[in-house]
């Protein structure tokens, strides 16, 4: 009998702390659902009284949301593109070339992993101005194609890859890049959707960057965007929660399809951006 | 023999080149070279006009003798101490009731790690609505509890004073602690990162045999001893891994404040000003470039001090398996 009580308390605590974790996102679905006057009532409504969809289509034509979208859309295909082929390249050579210096590189690598972002704000933004890369495509992706973590993790993996299989590839007329293209990257695709999944979630939610080196709202991403909607928008809840609710949905459908995936690469690598 | 020599130099030392070549070009360009670039820049007073002159250290002691940093420090400290231990002890809690061998695991996992995702931006906006002074959710339930209304993010008294002030006490602004508004982002900053905090504890959880709980129990220990003697210990290189690194995100914390004290108003009394957004103040709106690289170099090296002491300290302390 005691064992059913402490399950019920368990299951109970649980639900507590899921309902608080899932309220903001609830409040804020409700909210963009609502006029502006239902949305300031004491006591509050939990749920609006007529479905104000109306919300959505004034944000968005109020700010240059679908612009903002195809920014932030671009970006992320053109770091995750840069990410992969950057990592598999660098992994390979750390992982199965041999040339001198390697392993001290590969710590030093590592080692820059360290360093907190704040640090290149400035000194990368004077770059980019050299460049005149400020406010273009470029100077939004190219500085993030990089990623040492990425290589470290695709270079454990393609440790694991038996010499063998090399030897192999080899006697059927493989190079090295065939060896890469054929053999090693097809049996990695556990740690590349890991490293994608990553890649796409940072790209999309990166925020501290754009907002530094954009300055035309034509290339402002998604979260840019939004943030200088909210200065703008000030108190005009509805909007705001509807706004809010557009910048969070496609990462919450790809969460809904690969909630595994994602779950499982965070708990095995530890990593967080 | 020169073909064949030619020919062995290409293979051994260019052709490796050719992989790391791309990833090295953007590494150096804007990883190593900043860096070094950073330094040199904090060493003069680098502005929107460009270069002028070096100022050698003057912008490090400037630094130290402004009162506005030494104010963003101890935020970013009380920050820090909040958010840190708070946010591991209410992970580990979540983390012990989902190993119970519950069911429905997969549904509390997903739900839990939602948050995790979500971009900050947005959901910093949710909760300024939430912690709205005159109509938000916040002060509604606050009037449940039949509490007193709060301006939250917008009340700058510090929350030692506010709680110990029905005593009688008045504590000097240095003790009064983080302000209403500072603990408002702590909280918001928490819910953010249980999940996160939560997954790693359950893999860590999971990875200690189960054949140590069953000799505690022959032994007759009851679920505290087994949590104190077998768990705790076992659990302490996952416990040191999330204590790191919310330490380290916590210290480069920025949108929270952006987003809810931001630009355009709030930041009651610069109480919740971090050394992070103190950054962007001085490098992107007053365009004080060499001052704001001499402040990331501070982070910096605070980040750096903090993990090697952290190391040292709890090196000693953790048992692996």
């Given at each position: 009998m005691r064992k059913i009580q402490d399950r019920l308390f368990i299951h109970l605590l649980l639900i507590l702390g899921a309902i608080i974790t899932i309220f903001p996102f609830f409040w804020m679905v409700s909210t963009s659902l609502k006029t502006h006057t239902e949305s300031l009532l004491i006591p509050p409504k939990w749920f609006p009284t007529s479905f104000v969809f109306s919300n959505y289509l004034e944000a968005f034509s109020q700010v240059a949301f679908p612009r903002y979208f195809l920014n932030t859309m671009i970006i992320t295909v053109a770091t995750l593109i840069g990410v992969l082929g950057t990592s598999c390249l660098s992994a390979y050579a750390f992982a199965h070339l041999k040339f001198p210096g390697r392993n001290l590189l590969f710590?030093?690598?590592?080692?820059?992993?360290?360093?907190?972002?704040?640090?290149?704000?400035v000194p990368s933004y004077i770059i980019l101005s050299k460049l005149h890369w400020i406010d273009t495509y470029y100077g939004l992706i190219v500085p993030w194609t990089v990623n040492i973590f990425?290589?470290?993790?695709?270079?454990?993996?393609?440790?694991?890859?038996?010499?063998?299989?090399?030897?192999?590839?080899?006697?059927?007329?493989?190079?090295?890049?065939?060896?890469?293209?054929?053999?090693?990257?097809?049996?990695?695709?556990?740690?590349?959707?890991?490293?994608?999944?990553?890649?796409?979630?940072?790209?999309?939610?990166?925020?501290?960057?754009?907002?530094?080196?954009?300055?035309?709202?034509?290339?402002?991403?998604?979260?840019?965007?939004?943030?200088?909607?909210?200065?703008?928008?000030?108190?005009?809840?509805?909007?705001?929660?509807?706004?809010?609710?557009?910048?969070?949905?496609?990462?919450?459908?790809?969460?809904?399809?690969?909630?595994?995936?994602?779950?499982?690469?965070?708990?095995?690598?530890?990593?967080?951006? | 023999m020169v073909i064949s020599l030619l020919y062995y130099i290409i293979m051994k030392k260019v052709y490796p080149l050719l992989y790391l070549l791309p990833a090295l070009l953007i590494i150096v360009l804007f990883r190593l070279f900043p860096m070094v670039f950073s330094f040199c820049i904090s060493l003069t007073d680098y502005g929107l006009g460009g270069f002028r002159k070096f100022v050698v250290l003057q912008n490090y002691s400037k630094?130290?003798?402004?009162?506005?940093?030494w104010q963003s420090f101890l935020n970013t400290i009380y920050y820090v101490l909040g958010v840190v231990p708070l946010g591991l002890f209410i992970a580990l809690f979540f983390a012990l009731l989902l190993n119970q061998r519950i069911k429905a695991l997969g549904l509390y996992r997903t739900i839990y790690f939602l948050p995790v995702i979500t971009s900050l931006v947005a959901i910093s906006i949710v909760w300024k609505w939430i912690f709205n002074p005159r109509i938000g959710l916040a002060n509604y339930f606050l009037g449940l509890l039949g509490i007193p209304k709060c301006l939250w993010l917008e009340e700058w008294s510090g929350i030692f004073q506010i709680l110990l002030s029905p005593l009688g006490i008045k504590l000097p602004p240095l003790l009064a602690g983080p302000s209403i508004a500072l603990c408002a982002i702590i909280l918001m900053s928490i819910w953010h990162g249980l999940g996160y905090n939560v997954i790693i504890f359950l893999a860590g959880l999971q990875n200690i045999p189960k054949h140590y709980y069953e000799a505690a129990k022959i032994d007759g220990a009851g679920t505290w001893h087994s949590f104190w003697y077998v768990t705790w210990?076992?659990?302490?290189?996952?416990?040191?891994?999330?204590?790191?690194?919310?330490?380290?995100?916590?210290?480069?914390?920025?949108?929270?404040?952006?987003?809810?004290?931001?630009?355009?108003?709030?930041?009651?009394?610069?109480?919740?000003?971090?050394?992070?957004?103190?950054?962007?103040?001085?490098?992107?709106?007053?365009?004080?470039?060499?001052?704001?690289?001499?402040?990331?170099?501070?982070?910096?090296?605070?980040?750096?001090?903090?993990?090697?002491v952290q190391r040292q300290i709890l090196a000693r302390r953790i048992h692996y398996q």
């Open positions: 710590v030093s690598l590592l080692s820059l992993m360290m360093i907190p972002q704040p640090i290149y704000l990425s290589i470290f993790l695709l270079r454990q993996h393609f440790k694991t890859i038996p010499k063998d299989l090399y030897d192999a590839a080899i006697i059927d007329g493989c190079g090295h890049f065939g060896f890469l293209w054929r053999v090693v990257i097809p049996l990695s695709r556990a740690p590349l959707i890991t490293v994608s999944l990553f890649s796409i979630i940072a790209s999309w939610n990166s925020f501290l960057w754009p907002l530094i080196v954009t300055n035309s709202d034509a290339m402002r991403p998604i979260q840019v965007g939004l943030a200088y909607f909210a200065q703008e928008q000030g108190s005009f809840w509805p909007l705001l929660m509807a706004a809010s609710t557009f910048a969070i949905l496609p990462l919450i459908i790809v969460y809904f399809f690969a909630q595994r995936q994602i779950i499982e690469s965070f708990s095995r690598t530890g990593l967080k951006d | 630094l130290l003798c402004e009162p506005k940093f210990p076992l659990l302490s290189p996952t416990t040191f891994f999330v204590l790191l690194m919310t330490t380290i995100t916590s210290f480069q914390m920025f949108i929270q404040v952006y987003m809810m004290e931001g630009p355009t108003g709030g930041n009651p009394l610069g109480t919740t000003r971090v050394l992070v957004y103190y950054l962007y103040e001085k490098g992107f709106a007053e365009w004080q470039m060499g001052y704001a690289t001499a402040l990331a170099f501070v982070l910096f090296v605070i980040i750096l001090c903090l993990t090697l």
